[in-house]
């Protein structure tokens, strides 16, 4: 027997060529695989990236390698043409009720104060170190909106897409642990027993002119967030006008289902051993954490503030729902209301803030790209 | 004297935790109403007995709709 083709073999199986960046890697792919399964942890976005991780780091398969399978995946979808996030915000879009905005314009507002953590990031990552580019897109990760995050570091610094990424979606995740602290420092108790009146009804003429008046108006302001801006809105006007419903359905459903696998593969597929385990992930992820927190800040400042001057007073609690965690930001500023006052229901109003974010987010994420590309 | 439940907001009926003819005390939860997807439970606010529910489980309802009256 010629062993020296036995050795051949066994040296072309990866077996011989694990790293210990491998491992630490296959231990973060398999707890969120874990989280995802027994604790329900965002399982949608938790498997595929956690399998998308474990198989980006098998040594020698060169997924991502060019022209290789997660490589071409990555390559067209998010890094060369920036495919999915437009496709998953016209999901989005097609999911969102703009109501609550338009019967109180001025959360509108709101939801920009929120996003005061994307600039304080910004200048933090500048004053560390990152360059311009980079540092946009941490402090983008305040926003928590994963899609949005992906689509600017996919186009400003796509070397820390992986990070960026990660750390949007684990922000999103973490809202009700991270936000409530902040909320209930911010705020005495009899602020957040503030009731507030019940919101208006919106006709549906209202409810068809938005999408529309939206576009035109954010795209022409801001031309750079039209590929995210205008596929939002080509989605919710799918939702109110009533007469497409198979295509606001396949957007809100099947559309983003498979968008939303092919997305999260490719994330997890942007974390092989070699460029994750670098000092400056760990640094994203902490400037992500002050841009998120700094983020609740505003929104709750700008809700006080607000009080200042409004015969009828809102209750400050929904200015930290401006983060764009649909509906999770609205649902922890309906929680800590609840348990000061249990019969306090502030969640539609909370979400005008909240869908406003995720305008605001989308408009800093085009000004960066104005200001940076 | 009787004291309407209203929905504090639109969503749907999840569950109905009372019927009619229970004795109830204040703070007591009377159902639950689910939201953006968030369930939130509805409070009575006095003491008395449910005279009448006016919905049942998985109705949409719209905002300040009656749901329950409380004598």
Known sequence: MDWSVVAEVIKSTGFLNITLGNVVMWVIAFTFIFLAITKNYEPLLLVPIGFGIFIVNLPLTNLMHEDHLLWVFYHFTIYKWDLLPPIIFMGIGALTDFGPVLSNPKTLILGAAAQFGVYVAFFISLFLGFNLQEAACIGIIGGADGPTTIFLTAQLAPHLLGATALAAYSYMALVPIIQPPIMRFMTTEAERKIKMKQTRPVSKLERICFPLLATGIICLLIPESAPLMAMMMLGNLFKECGVVDRLSNTASNELINIVTIFLSLCIGAAMPAELFLQKESLFIFCLGLVAFAFSTFGGLVLAKTFNLFLKEKINPLIGSAGVSAVPMAARVSQVVAAKDDKRNFILMHAMGPNVAGVIGTVSAAGLFLTLLR | ?71
């Open chain 2, 1 to 71: 004297m009787s004291e309407e439940i209203l929905a504090p907001m639109p969503g749907s009926i999840w569950q109905i935790l009372v019927k009619p003819g229970d004795q109830v005390k204040e703070d007591d939860e009377l159902l639950v109403l689910e939201a953006m997807k968030m369930e939130n439970p509805i409070f009575s606010p006095v003491d008395g007995v449910v005279k009448d529910i006016k919905v049942k489980e998985k109705d949409a309802v719209d905002v300040d709709q009656l749901l329950m009256i409380i004598e």
